[in-house]
Every structure is written in C-alpha cells, then in structure tokens.
C-alpha cells in the first residue's frame, strides 16, 4: 500500500473582488463578483511508506493548500487522494490517528499552559493508551531533549524549543505519516541540524513516512530522496536529489592544486577529446569545469594524475539552490527547457488555460518523473 496516493488533485478557492473606492465597497456589497483562483492543479503522485520526500515551490505555488487537503483540513475541489487508506476529509476521526502534523508558522499547543499539560490533552484526543504514552514521551523528551522544558508554557519557550515541542506533540500517538510544513523556518543553523538528524533517525527507526515543505534547501539536501516540486499549482519536477543535480545542474568543478608549475596548455592536453574547460588559478592551481553527462570527475582525474604531482584536490558540486533557479525560471518560462530527460515534445504541451484565466502553463503530463 502506497502510504499517500493522490491522483488528479485540484483546489479552487473562490474569491470576492473587490472595486476600490467608496463608490466601489458600495457596489460590492450588493453586486459581489468574484475571482477564481486554482491553487492546485490536477496533481498526480505516490509516496511510498518510509519515504522521505520534499516538497518544494516558490511561495504560493500551492504547497500549503496540497498539505492541508492530505491532512483532510481542506476538502478538494475534484480528484482523489487516499492518505495511509483513509479519504482525510471524509474519516476525519480515524484518519488523524494515523498521521502528524506540524505547521512551522502556527502552533498546535496551548499558549498559556504548560507543555506537558498539551501532551495530556492530546494524549485524550488521540487515546494513546497509558504505557504507550509514558514511552513514548520518555524516548521523545530523551532525543529531543525537552527536559525541563515540559513544565513550562508555550509562550516562554524560544522558537527552537517550541519548534522541539511541536515535533514532539505531532509524535505521542505514533503516527505512520508525518506533514511537516516548514519545520525549521526561523531557526538558527544547530537547533536546524538537530532537527534534520531527529527526522532522519526517526524514518529509520520507525520507517515513518515524511512529506516535508521547505525553503531550506539544506532540508531537503540532509534528508530527501525525493523532491515534487510545484510551480503555479502544478508539478514541474519528481524525482530524485541526485538526478535532479544531474538533469538541472550544470556540472562540478575541480579545484587542482599541483606541487610545480603546470601550464594550460599542457593540463588541456591531456584532457583532449574531453568537453571540459580549463581555467588557471595561479601558477600552481588551475581549476576545470566538468560538465554533467559529458565527462566524469574520475575519469578527467585519471588522465592528470600520475603524469602531474597534485597537492590537493577540491570538488565543487553545482549548488542545489542554483538548480532549483533555473528550474523555476524554465518552469514559469514559456520557452522549453532542453534539459536532459526533458523532451522539447513534452515540455511544450498545448497550455492549458485554468478558470483564473492564466495560460502558458506547463501540461501536467510534462512531469520528470526521473
Ligand atoms: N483560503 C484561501 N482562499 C483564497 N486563496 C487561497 C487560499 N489559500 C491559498 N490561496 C491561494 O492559493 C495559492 C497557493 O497558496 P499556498 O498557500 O498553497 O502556497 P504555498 O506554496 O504554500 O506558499 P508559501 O510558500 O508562501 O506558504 C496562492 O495564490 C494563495 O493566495
């Protein structure tokens, strides 16, 4: 069983218009018109159980709203999704056993009480038996080290702490799956790697599901196989990490360090018939770029080395920030992109115009799925 299932997703939220002016709030108030807009359009995918997966867009690309109709808060203007079995929003009760939820910007715990007061309420409404529960906060309280933190309310906690309480909030009853939508938004740099590492240990401990939204691409680096990307309501890329830097990368480059003086047009000979380019650093570095799918690291090395004394070698991967530019460029952009698995067939599909009237859109057939 696939751990969510979503096939041909949309949302349309339909909203008041409103004319400026005193003349034009007067007309809205007998004459309303409305805009329509389409948040979610028609997505299609699975998430196996114990994947991590990232789920990524610029903002309102429709990321939130996606999360909020696989949580069952949001009920879908068409399509069909099936999040560990259940419909979310038709078996409510059920169905929030199952999963977890934690929205980075808003809090599921009581404000003025004090944490562990939350955990006991939640604990009644998710009817984590007693043994379970102690366990499970014992073992919760130990990783993310809340300490002394339970007896103290909310609103005295710092970002990370609260951060750390939520996390464990969304956890008491064990769920299979757990949405996380921006988890380490506005945390500083360790309390970020102590979440990642949390989640990760947590996937392999337990094999929990995760759909994670994020910003930090660094989230995505430290715990994704796989990322959906959203653009404008639809998907423009699913697929792996390491294939998503190879497709949209633009390559790596090496950083050679040499013991004597080497010059270019010697390194440029050896590496002849290669389509790399050489750039000198100095008289005793030099750096060559390496294009993905035309040459390999490895192999660009085997043809220096031995024949030139090197120092010290660095290799620089395109940044994962830089790729997902390009990608969103491309993906906004009428032109095609022509890059790897992306046929210029595919990419050009007809545009389908939405009920907000936007056109030039990918086709959702266009997807990557690499
Ligand atoms: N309740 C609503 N009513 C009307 N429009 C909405 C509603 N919720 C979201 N939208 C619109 O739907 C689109 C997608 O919004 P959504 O919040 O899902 O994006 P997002 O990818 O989560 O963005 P962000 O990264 O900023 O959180 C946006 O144009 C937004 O304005």
Known sequence: MQAIEVRELRKEFRVQK?????????????NR?????TAVKDISFDIPQGEICGYIGENGAGKSTTIKMLTGILVPTSGHLKVNGFVPYKEREAFVKGIGVVFG????????????????????????????????????SDRLMLGELLSRPVRKLSLGQRMR????????????????????????????????????SLNQRYGTTILLTTHDLQDIEALCSRVIMLDDGRIIYDGGLDQLKETWGKGKE?????????????????????DVTWKREGELEARVFIPYRTANVSDVLARIVGIVKIDDIRILETNTDDIVREIYKSGSAEASPT????????ADSPAESDESGTSGE?????????
């Open 165 to 200: 309480c939520e996390l464990a909030a969304s956890l008491l009853h064990n769920p299979a799956i757990v949405f996380l939508d921006e988890p380490t938004i506005g945390l500083d740099i360790v309390v970020k790697t102590e979440i990642r590492e949390f989640l990760k």
């Open 18 to 30: 409103s004319r400026g002016g005193l003349k034009g709030a007067f007309r809205d108030l007998f």
């Open 339 to 346: 890059f790897g698995e992306f046929s210029a067939s595919e």
């Open 362 to 370: 990918r086709d959702k057939g266009a997807v990557p799925r690499v």
């Open 254 to 274: 090496v950083v050679l360090q040499f013991t004597q003086p080497v010059t270019l047009e010697s390194l440029q000979a050896l590496t002849s018939g290669m």
């Open 105 to 140: 910007q808003r809090s599921q715990l009581w404000w003025d009480i004090g944490v562990i007061e939350s955990f006991q309420l939640l604990k009644k409404v998710y009817r984590v038996p007693d043994n379970d529960f102690k366990e499970r906060l014992d073992e919760l």
């Open 33 to 37: 018109e409305y805009n329509q807009i």
